[in-house]
């Protein structure tokens, strides 16, 4: 890729070099303190309590992680991410100017093992994701050593289609289209039915993610030799199917939330063909 000369995003929050530790329950000391706030206030002493622990298990403290790159530090990964963001904003900033449309630009969070964002607390194991309660991106960067040492999917187009993919469900909230699938999964007969439901809204953002390369590529020159075939090679890596085969041994398509790998690089090329917008739609 070439990403020389590409802006740097400002839209970008690093939290690397910090973990996060859960609040703790109540004690004996603060249970006997909450039956006789109770009891003064003429509450049920368990609603008290009930309130009281659902506040603490939301609570987290920041400490220094052990050895861990501090919050801003400058490193090629994170630069990188930086400037792949701001080409999808120059992009999508652009695609939604033709329809006299702003784009809001989300904001990337940069993280180590885990992060609180709107949506809950998550670790690491999630891998990327987006929330669109805050409307924010969430990326530990080790997940990109994972897809190259464990999922066979080096490459730094591969690493620009996960954020791109990302990105990809932010269009997707700022359309609407997010809000829509959800409502429909509620009315779903089944949990095969709303599951097939996000499997289309997440094909959808592959081929979002394509077309953000199209024209990035339009616009600066992005792609280089060999790395459409990395993206596609990403994409059949982070199948559904192919995730289960390694993970348990064996598929189970009515579980599948994102597709399989065949779908997943199906819907990337069809974004990265055309760059059409009006070529996603997988609902």
């Known amino acids: 890729m070439r990403l020389e000369g590409q802006r740097e995003s400002a839209n970008v929050e690093d939290r690397r070099g910090r973990r996060m530790i859960r609040g703790g329950g109540v004690g004996c000391g603060g249970l006997l303190l909450v039956i006789v706030v109770a009891l003064l206030l003429g509450k049920d002493p368990s609603q008290l309590l009930q309130l009281l622990q659902s506040t603490q298990s939301g609570v987290e403290q920041t400490l220094p992680a052990p050895g861990g790159p501090g919050p801003g530090q400058a490193d090629q990964l994170g630069q990188f991410a930086r400037r792949v963001l701001g080409s999808t904003e120059d992009v999508w900033g652009a695609i939604f100017a033709q329809s006299g449309q702003r ?7 940069l993280f180590s093992e885990a ?3 709107a949506c809950g607390y998550s670790s690491a194991a999630v891998g990327p994701f987006y929330c669109p309660a805050d409307q924010q991106v969430y990326l530990d960067l080790s997940f990109f050593d994972e897809m190259s040492r464990r999922l066979g999917a080096p490459g730094d187009f591969a690493q620009a289609y ?3 993919h990302e990105v990809g469900h ?5 359309l609407g289209i997010s809000d829509q699938v959800t409502a429909a999964q509620q009315r779903a007969r089944s949990e095969a039915e709303a599951n097939q439901l996000s499997v289309r809204l997440e094909l959808q953002a592959d081929c979002l993610a394509g077309v953000w390369a199209f024209h990035a590529h339009q616009q600066t020159k ?6 459409v075939e990395e993206g596609l090679n990403a994409a059949a890596a982070i199948g559904d199917d192919r995730l289960q085969g390694l993970g348990q041994g064996y598929v189970q398509p009515e579980s599948w939330t994102h597709g399989s790998s065949e779908q997943r690089v199906q819907w990337l090329r069809r974004g ?12």
């Open 170 to 174: 932010h269009v997707q909230n700022v």
């Open 272 to 283: 990265l063909q055309g760059g059409d917008l009006n070529a996603c739609k997988t609902l």
């Open 103 to 109: 784009y809001p630009q989300p904001r990337l969070v």
């Open 222 to 227: 992005l792609l280089e030799p060999g790395d």
């Open 162 to 164: 996960v954020i791109a």
């Open 115 to 117: 992060a609180q964002s």
